[in-house]
């Protein structure tokens, strides 16, 4: 059992930056771990165990996914943002070793921050 705390959200005007962080409790080095965004849970990022990140197409060049498995916490860097990525933003996770974008492939869920991008 995985259980995730997301942090880091908050108010940034367009074009500044915000870190977001992922504190996970459990056997979480081996996990994949994944961002999304909205109710919708659209795809933003992901990172698996041994460090290879995949992003959407919208976020790419612009945010960086890292973990940091000693502290069993994984990063989203988030640099140039637009009002589009006001969005509430979840981390997820889970066991499989198959690569995976869909939210329905991720077993555990953090409750969420806020992030607000004014213009």
């Known amino acids: 059992q995985v259980q995730l705390v997301e942090s880091g959200g908050g108010l940034v005007q367009a074009g500044g930056s915000l870190r977001l962080s992922c504190a996970a409790s459990?056997?979480?080095?081996?996990?994949?771990i994944g961002w999304f965004r909205q109710a919708e849970r659209e795809f933003v990022a992901r990172i698996n165990w041994?460090?290879?990140?995949v992003y959407a197409d919208s976020v790419k060049g612009r945010f960086t996914i890292s973990r940091d498995n000693a502290k069993n916490t994984v990063y989203l860097q988030m640099n140039t943002l637009k009002p589009e990525d006001t969005a509430v933003y979840y981390c997820?996770?889970?066991?499989?070793?198959?690569?995976?974008?869909?939210?329905?492939?991720?077993?555990?869920w953090g409750q969420g921050t806020q992030v607000t991008v004014s213009s």
């Open positions: 997820a996770a889970d066991q499989s070793a198959t690569p995976s974008s869909a939210p329905a492939d991720y077993d555990y």
């Open positions: 041994s460090g290879n990140r």
């Open positions: 459990g056997l979480f080095s081996r996990y994949r």
